[in-house]
């Protein structure tokens, strides 16, 4: 079932204490007050913290007329609904399993626009797309995101130096597990062959 914005505030305060709750974004409260303050900030410093699947969008823009900065090729535009650009998918290991990746940087053409620098003529790219529709998070990211948003707001609403430590720890296990279990959807051969030093030592 999908969340809403509301419903995320009210879980992330919630997560301070019985005694804070909102009906409303709009109401005018301390607590929707200091929600609708950091929402946008710490969705978008989390969609950029992790690759997330949900979030994992793919670009094969042209070419851009002008001359690129030293030492790149090619110019491309900067996906306009990107968070961040991830990688450019290699043409011979599109899962970026075996090979190095390949190089491109981020900069700005003579008229100050975000371009994508590259020396690969035709490449595609993996970005974070930036959502900001709840209703398109994933589960685990609605409670990673709750509690992140309840550690943004700690100690404004709170007051209080040990809740908001509390509340710190507690978001970092939620945004550690929610990365985690993300990663570990899917399956690939080189995810398989990955075991820890420890137990290669002892095969």
Known sequence: MAVSAVQLAKLALQHLGDR???TSLTQDTTEAEQVNLVFD????ALLREHPWNFTKRYTSPAALSGTPPAQWTYMYSYPSDAMKVLRIVHPLDPRGETLDPLDFAIGRNATD???LLSDQSEPEFEYTKKITSVTEFDPLFDWAFSWRLA???AMPITGD??????TERKANI????????DANEGSTSSRQSRDPDWIKARM
């Open 113 to 115: 626009t975000k371009v």
């Open 161 to 166: 130096g040990a809740i908001a430590e509390a």
């Open 20 to 22: 804070y709750d909102i």
């Open 41 to 44: 900030n710490v969705r978008d």
């Open 151 to 153: 550690q943004a707001i």
């Open 174 to 181: 939620a945004v550690g597990t929610a990365k985690m279990e």
